[in-house]
């Protein structure tokens, strides 16, 4: 259904600078993105490794497809569909523990430091590579993305109140997180497995782009994340990515934008 023919556009609508970004093809370095910055924090990668079929080569790819249309929902969903997917996600949390070695303790899916955690490496990824890429022109709309996203967070249970409103609220969080962060082995795990994904056999030739978006993906984490996981930072490693990001998002300007999905 197009944009314009919906009265209910959700949490943001097609005004939303969120809609501008999500609608580009690059956000798939950022996902990627994500996903390494959120294993940094030990419980929050432990929790998922011993919960989630990501790590189950039969299971990945449908577990993969079930998490994009979360966030697809999000995004671009009517309030009530917002709402389900959110329940969903909520109840699935609530309903699992994980086990910390470090501490010798069990802990929730759902607890508070985690999922906030979450919520930040994903919408730290996706508004550095939205403004490096040249998606967004300048910093006021990358902290209306920000400010934006926290509608987001309430939907997985954080509190509005709770999510930075701003970069710059980012930047602080990171800085008082850091303390608590490094690569456990399931972390390190997940990496180098995200670099041989299970994709089915009509996606392999998607396997000889992987490597490197991947890559591309890696080296986009900040410098102490990278140092984090034990890889030497260069001095042209910042201008080298974000050169790339502008030639991948150029080129896929070429392309038909994604369309807004079939379920909303």
């Not at 189950?56 to 997917?85: H, M, N, P």
């Not at 209306?144 to 509608?151: C, F, I, K």
Request: charged share 20%; net charge positive; aromatic share 10%.
């Amino acid at each position: 259904m197009a944009a314009r023919a919906r009265k209910d556009t959700g949490l943001f609508g097609p005004g939303s600078v969120t809609w501008r970004v999500h609608g580009e093809h690059v956000m798939w370095v950022a996902g990627v993105r994500a996903l390494y910055l959120q294993s940094l924090h030990p419980r929050v990668m432990r929790g998922t490794f011993q919960n989630s079929a990501l790590f189950d080569r039969k299971k990945a790819w449908a577990r993969f497809l079930r998490t994009t249309e979360f966030v697809s929902i999000r995004t671009f969903g009517t309030t009530a569909q917002v709402e389900r997917a959110g329940a969903r996600v909520r109840a699935i949390h609530a309903s699992l523990t994980g086990y910390d070695p470090d501490t010798d303790e069990t802990f929730r899916l759902d607890d508070p430091e985690g999922l906030l955690w979450v919520h930040c490496g994903e919408i730290d990824s996706y508004v550095d590579i939205a403004r490096r890429s040249g998606i967004l022109s300048n910093d006021k709309d990358a902290d209306t993305y920000v400010a934006e996203s926290r509608r987001a967070a309430e939907v997985v249970g954080i509190p509005y109140s709770d999510a930075p409103a701003s970069r710059a609220d980012l930047a602080d969080y990171f800085a008082t997180m850091r303390p608590k962060l490094y690569a456990c082995r399931e972390a390190r795990q997940g990496v180098l497995s995200s670099f041989n994904p299970p994709f089915p056999l009509r996606l392999a030739p998607l396997r000889l782009a992987v490597p490197t978006l991947n890559f591309l993906a890696f080296c986009a984490l900040p410098r102490w994340a990278r140092r984090m996981y034990g890889i030497p930072t260069f001095p042209t490693t910042e201008l080298t990515v974000t050169l790339s990001l502008r030639s991948i998002q150029q080129a896929s300007a070429l392309l038909p934008r994604p369309a807004i999905p079939a379920h909303v």
